[in-house]
């Protein structure tokens, strides 16, 4: 069968810019659509692949696309951020298109809304096999009764088939599919160390703790799935040698979640002596063991920056939100041993987590401070479908603390005007990249100078945009909504 993937660009939201500047500074491939076209291929289906990021296509132009094409199915990849611009294309490519439209991603915990907005079909968890089983029994004109992971409409009720159980082994699953766009388009210069050409990759899925905002406990059900150190360092030699990769992300939830994976991986990649640095996730309970140790992995085998997910330094809403008030010991420690091999840290807080006053907005700015980490984003609260907030916020279990979404919004910029309205930051990261890498300055220098106005000014900006509602502080798209 013939199959069109498509990625929508996401719409706007108070805490991502949009539009022309924002996607000459952020433009990420998804690979959760890289690994499906492989996977179909590799089966012996043909793949092509739109990315609105990269192709700027309104509905109308993309649904021409669609029906040019000769397609079999059209599946688009549904997260929050392009929810809109999803729930608008449908009707466009339904009228152009006589196929089944397949949803799946993060966002398929919304499977009614969807579905009663006019998709046809809802792939719900991990995408391959799933998708693979769907394409070959509508080739075949067989029932879908049975297929797991598929959620439907069936004489206007919902059927959501039995989920299907996860990959065991993902060293199996083929190298993500590059094909479909130069990859030289691809570029995230927030990182001040960003080179290209730049890839992203994983080298595992899922992650073990259970945070209540997040959507990844209910996606991966608490599991990690480690690739083989062998199976990711092939990967890398083929974007090495093929493509002349750079610079590459690990879009894990945590990298390098086991001591014994993190030194076999990091002293091969570092033995091959390549021109090449990286950007990771870590978890302050993971690299506040072993930190120092983790620390010179990192450093020698090309890590220039790296997430630390704090979210509040409050212990009593850390508790409430499923993390654990102890790991607050270790971000100082862990951003000090960074900070002296030469890897920068980039931090991250969440306004308006259940439990939050105004006092504890002034203890993360305060805490914020003290640890001194190369960038802080603060951001308000969202909701996100399938959460375990969402759940406990449905059956009342849980409160939200009140604040408007304009309040957040406010508290978030005056968080980020405090923390950067220091001139000794600006002033060692500017020499940091004059010193690491000069080129940014010179191909996106003025970003920067965007970005400093933007905090000094901050204040100046309107509080929020009424379409982002349905995403934020609020429960997520109801089937009512779509």
């Known amino acids: 069968m013939r199959v069109l993937l498509v990625n929508l660009a996401a719409g706007d939201t108070d805490f991502i810019d949009k539009g022309?500047?924002?996607?000459?500074?952020y433009r990420r491939p998804y690979l959760?659509?890289?690994?499906?076209?492989?996977?179909?291929?590799?089966?012996?289906?043909?793949?092509?692949?739109?990315?609105?990021?990269v192709e700027d296509l309104p509905p109308r132009e993309l649904a021409a696309r669609a029906r040019a094409g000769g397609y079999g199915l059209v599946g688009f990849f549904a997260i929050y951020v392009n929810r809109e611009q999803l729930l608008a294309c449908v009707g466009e490519?339904?009228?152009?298109v006589g196929v089944p439209v397949v949803v799946g991603g993060p966002d398929c915990f919304n499977d009614e809304a969807y579905l009663r907005a006019g998709v046809d079909l809802v792939v719900r968890g991990e995408g391959?096999?799933?998708?693979?089983?769907?394409?070959?029994?509508?080739?075949?004109g067989a029932p879908l009764d049975d297929v797991l992971g598929l959620s439907r409409l069936v004489g206007g009720e919902l059927v959501r088939n039995a989920d299907r159980p996860f990959i065991t082994d993902i060293d199996s699953l083929p190298f993500p599919d590059r094909s479909h766009y130069p990859i030289t388009v691809w570029h995230d210069y927030m990182d001040f160390n960003m080179r290209k050409p730049f890839a992203t990759l994983i080298t595992s899925r899922g992650c073990p703790y259970g945070c209540e905002f997040c959507d990844s406990p209910s996606l991966w059900q608490r599991r990690v799935r480690q690739r083989s150190p062998a199976n990711v360092l092939a990967e890398i030699d083929a974007l090495v040698t093929e493509n002349g990769v750079r610079y590459l992300l690990f879009s894990d939830d945590?990298?390098?979640?086991?001591?014994?994976?993190?030194?076999?991986?990091?002293?091969?990649?570092?033995?091959r002596r390549y021109d090449l640095g990286?950007?990771?996730l870590i978890h302050p309970l993971v690299y506040g063991q072993h930190a120092e140790e983790r620390m010179d992995l990192l450093a020698r085998s090309g890590c220039r920056t790296f997430h630390l997910g704090v979210q509040s330094a409050s212990e009593d809403v850390l508790r409430i939100s499923g993390r654990f008030p102890g790991e607050l010991k270790h971000h100082r420690r862990i951003v000090e041993l960074?900070?002296?091999?030469?890897?920068?840290?980039?931090?991250t807080f969440i306004h308006g987590l259940p439990g939050d006053t105004r006092e504890g907005f002034a203890e993360s700015r305060a805490f914020v401070k003290d640890m001194s980490p190369d960038y802080a984003l603060f951001l308000p609260l969202k909701v996100f479908a399938g959460s375990t907030l969402e759940r406990k916020l449905e059956r009342g279990?849980?409160?939200?603390p009140g604040f408007t979404w304009e309040e957040l919004v406010r508290e978030c910029r005056r968080s980020e005007l405090e923390f950067y309205r220091d001139p000794r930051r600006t002033l060692r990261l500017f020499l940091y990249v004059l010193r690491h890498n000069p080129r940014w300055l010179v191909t996106r220098g003025w970003y920067a100078v965007y970005m400093i106005v933007r905090t000094l000014w901050i204040g100046l900006l309107p509080a929020a945009r009424p379409h982002d509602r349905d995403s934020a502080t609020l429960p997520a798209l109801s089937p009512g909504s779509a």
């Open 338 to 347: 960074a900070r002296a091999r030469g890897i920068l840290s980039f931090t």
């Open 278 to 280: 990286y950007f990771c």
């Open 397 to 400: 279990e849980r409160e939200l």
């Open 20 to 25: 022309r500047v924002w996607r000459s500074i």
């Open 93 to 96: 490519i339904r009228r152009a």
């Open 128 to 140: 391959e096999l799933t998708l693979l089983e769907l394409v070959e029994r509508l080739e075949r």
């Open 32 to 53: 959760g659509l890289q690994y499906l076209s492989a996977y179909l291929k590799q089966h012996g289906h043909d793949v092509d692949l739109i990315d609105c990021q």
């Open 254 to 271: 945590i990298f390098g979640i086991s001591f014994e994976w993190q030194k076999e991986f990091c002293e091969a990649l570092a033995a």
